[in-house]
């Protein structure tokens, strides 16, 4: 059974948090962030104002390190979204 989108994203917000708490991610939460971004990218049902967010993020994710208030402001954005 596939999961949902509010899933999804409730596992994005997650996995975004706990940067933000913890200032990186392992390699496990890097690959399953970057498993997320690309199932969520690929859903035909995602709001056009998360898929921008899904953008920056997935941009982002590609990097070493993503700065913890850019993050915040991505789940503050997803909050008020979902």
């Given at each position: 059974m596939?999961?949902?989108i509010q899933h999804k994203l409730g596992l994005l917000q997650d996995l975004l948090q706990n940067h933000v708490s913890e200032k990186f991610l392992t390699t496990n939460e890097s690959e399953q962030l970057k498993q997320i971004l690309t199932?969520?990218?690929?859903?035909?049902?995602?709001d056009p104002a998360l898929a921008s967010t899904i953008d920056?993020?997935?941009?982002?994710?590609?990097t070493e390190t993503?700065?913890?208030e850019v993050v915040q402001q991505w789940l503050n954005t997803m909050?008020?979204?979902?």
């Open positions: 596939p999961i949902s199932a969520l990218a690929q859903d035909p049902a995602l920056e993020i997935s941009s982002a994710s590609h993503m700065d913890s909050s008020s979204l979902t």
